[in-house]
């Protein structure tokens, strides 16, 4: 939409500069307020955009934080897992080794209590000797209350060991069940950790998609102000050249007015004449005054003082240096944050600081085209050097008028700080078939 207002309005300009009729000044303010509404919607449009622009970067920056907590907690959940993990092996090594002993404690008991019936049945139902062989081979009363004690005392013995694994066996039951237990808890812990982890990480890729749509936005937000921007700045090249062509068409205007004011004296001066003559030639006085004729008031130069010639610098390219003894560049050709206006947008010429009231020559030989305030230009001059035009912005005054032809190194103004401007300079422009150019290139 954009793009296509803008070919018809180079279109149009371009038909009103090549056409052989006059062309009115009306019909280029016309088209010059056409071009101004819209550079001022452009740059609504791209307040906006720029809004948005700032808007979705904060949005970036919260979701980025966000995405650095959620990591943060990842990598601890991951350590807490890791640990429970180390925890959980540890306790199934001592549960393999506590199963290990009760497998032997159990196969001890069953050893002893089977040794413990053997004997009982030796003793007691069995052919052998056993207990009772002891007793009868006993020779005397005393040998068979000794052979009885030891029989007693090996029972008993036999009974206590028993006794003994049987309660091993139980404590490392008990052991058992406990660790079982603990492993069941670690289990749980085990898997609220990872879920808690996964927990995160989905919250962690949808933040990380979010953050990514929000990335696609804002490069859709940055390229469509670019856009806007190379927008806006061919608008203003456009009005640019229409101001120039105004400036043209109002030069010719005032000449075709001066021309016709010219024409009427000549024939009022020439009727008299003839009426003086026609007095003579009859013995009568005639006075013979013409009507007034309409026409326009001279266009004021509004200058200070006719330049003076002046030796320029020694010229090093197409152009002489237009500030003699002052080659500091303040603000160079290029994209920059405007000082005022405060967003980005195109310095169509170099700005070379100096004094306030320091002169200012023409860069070379040429006509001036204007000498008038402009807008953000302030006092402005521009030169007509055939096929390049040279500007000179934000004059504290001018010293030519329009038409005047002037001399490389002549002087055309004083430097100064008007229009938009932030203090005394000198803002210099070369433009070619009214394209804007790097000035450094042609100095």
Same mark, same amino acid.
């Given at each position: 939409m954009q793009a296509n207002h803008r070919k018809k309005l180079s279109a149009a300009l371009a038909i009103l500069m090549l056409s052989s009729q006059p062309v009115l000044a009306s019909s280029l303010e016309a088209a010059r307020s056409e071009a101004v509404q819209k550079k001022n919607s452009?740059?609504?449009? &791209?307040?906006?955009?720029?809004? &948005?622009?700032?808007?979705?970067?904060?949005?970036? $920056?919260?979701?980025?934080?966000?995405?650095?907590?959620?990591?943060? /907690?990842?990598?601890?959940?991951?350590? @807490?897992?890791?640990?429970?993990?180390? *925890? &959980?092996? !540890?306790?199934?090594? *001592?549960?393999?080794?506590? !199963?290990?002993?009760?497998e032997a404690a159990k196969a001890e008991l069953l050893e002893k209590k089977d040794l413990y019936a @053997?004997?009982? #049945?030796?003793?007691?139902?069995a052919n052998d000797r056993g207990y009772l062989d002891i007793l009868l081979d006993s020779t005397d009363a005393t040998s068979i209350i000794g052979n009885a004690r030891m029989i007693r005392s090996i029972a008993t013995s036999d009974r206590e060991l028993i006794d003994e694994i049987n309660a091993k066996v139980k404590e490392i039951e008990e052991k058992q069940?406990?660790?079982?237990?603990? *492993? !069941? /808890?670690?289990?749980?812990? /085990?898997? /609220?950790? #990872?879920?808690? #982890? =996964?927990n995160l990480e989905a919250a962690n890729a949808q933040k990380t998609g979010y953050m990514n749509s929000l990335m696609s936005n804002l490069s859709a937000y940055e390229a469509q102000y670019d856009a806007m921007l190379r927008e806006s700045d061919a608008i203003e090249s456009q009005i640019a050249n229409l101001d120039l062509s105004i400036q043209k068409a109002k030069e010719e205007e005032s000449a075709r007015i001066a021309k016709q004011r010219a024409a009427a004296e000549a024939a009022r001066r020439e009727k008299e004449a003839a009426a003086r003559k026609a007095s003579r030639s009859t013995g009568r006085t005639v006075s013979t005054r013409s009507a =007034?004729?309409?026409?326009?008031? $001279?266009? =004021?130069?509004?200058?200070? =003082?006719?330049? *003076? !010639? $002046?030796?320029?610098?020694?010229?090093?390219?197409?152009?002489?240096?237009?500030?003699?003894?002052?080659? #500091?560049?303040?603000?160079?050709?290029?994209?920059r944050i405007h000082p005022i206006l405060k967003y980005r947008k195109l310095h169509t010429g170099v700005d070379i600081g100096a004094p306030n009231g320091t002169p200012v020559v023409s860069a070379g030989s040429g006509t001036v085209i204007a000498s008038r305030f402009m807008s953000g230009y302030g006092n402005c001059i521009m030169i007509d050097h055939g096929g390049k035009v040279t500007v000179y912005g934000h004059l504290s005054s001018r010293a030519v008028s329009p038409g005047q032809s002037v001399s490389a190194g002549e002087t055309i103004g004083y430097v100064g700080s008007t229009g938009m401007s932030t203090g005394a300079h000198l803002h210099f422009e070369v433009r070619v078939n009214g394209a804007v150019q790097n000035p450094l290139n042609y100095l």
């Amino acid at each position: 939409m954009q793009a296509n207002h803008r070919k018809k309005l180079s279109a149009a300009l371009a038909i009103l500069m090549l056409s052989s009729q006059p062309v009115l000044a009306s019909s280029l303010e016309a088209a010059r307020s056409e071009a101004v509404q819209k550079k001022n919607s452009i740059r609504s449009n &791209m307040a906006g955009t720029q809004s &948005m622009i700032s808007q979705t970067r904060g949005q970036v $920056a919260t979701v980025q934080a966000e995405i650095r907590a959620l990591d943060a /907690q990842i990598t601890q959940v991951n350590i @807490k897992i890791d640990q429970l993990n180390g *925890e &959980m092996q !540890k306790l199934q090594a *001592e549960i393999a080794q506590t !199963k290990a002993e009760l497998e032997a404690a159990k196969a001890e008991l069953l050893e002893k209590k089977d040794l413990y019936a @053997k004997r009982l #049945r030796s003793m007691y139902i069995a052919n052998d000797r056993g207990y009772l062989d002891i007793l009868l081979d006993s020779t005397d009363a005393t040998s068979i209350i000794g052979n009885a004690r030891m029989i007693r005392s090996i029972a008993t013995s036999d009974r206590e060991l028993i006794d003994e694994i049987n309660a091993k066996v139980k404590e490392i039951e008990e052991k058992q069940a406990l660790l079982a237990e603990q *492993e !069941k /808890q670690l289990a749980q812990k /085990q898997a /609220q950790a #990872r879920i808690e #982890r =996964s927990n995160l990480e989905a919250a962690n890729a949808q933040k990380t998609g979010y953050m990514n749509s929000l990335m696609s936005n804002l490069s859709a937000y940055e390229a469509q102000y670019d856009a806007m921007l190379r927008e806006s700045d061919a608008i203003e090249s456009q009005i640019a050249n229409l101001d120039l062509s105004i400036q043209k068409a109002k030069e010719e205007e005032s000449a075709r007015i001066a021309k016709q004011r010219a024409a009427a004296e000549a024939a009022r001066r020439e009727k008299e004449a003839a009426a003086r003559k026609a007095s003579r030639s009859t013995g009568r006085t005639v006075s013979t005054r013409s009507a =007034s004729v309409n026409s326009a008031p $001279a266009v =004021s130069n509004d200058v200070v =003082s006719y330049g *003076e !010639k $002046a030796t320029p610098e020694a010229k090093t390219g197409e152009f002489y240096w237009p500030v003699p003894g002052h080659h #500091r560049i303040t603000s160079p050709f290029g994209y920059r944050i405007h000082p005022i206006l405060k967003y980005r947008k195109l310095h169509t010429g170099v700005d070379i600081g100096a004094p306030n009231g320091t002169p200012v020559v023409s860069a070379g030989s040429g006509t001036v085209i204007a000498s008038r305030f402009m807008s953000g230009y302030g006092n402005c001059i521009m030169i007509d050097h055939g096929g390049k035009v040279t500007v000179y912005g934000h004059l504290s005054s001018r010293a030519v008028s329009p038409g005047q032809s002037v001399s490389a190194g002549e002087t055309i103004g004083y430097v100064g700080s008007t229009g938009m401007s932030t203090g005394a300079h000198l803002h210099f422009e070369v433009r070619v078939n009214g394209a804007v150019q790097n000035p450094l290139n042609y100095l």
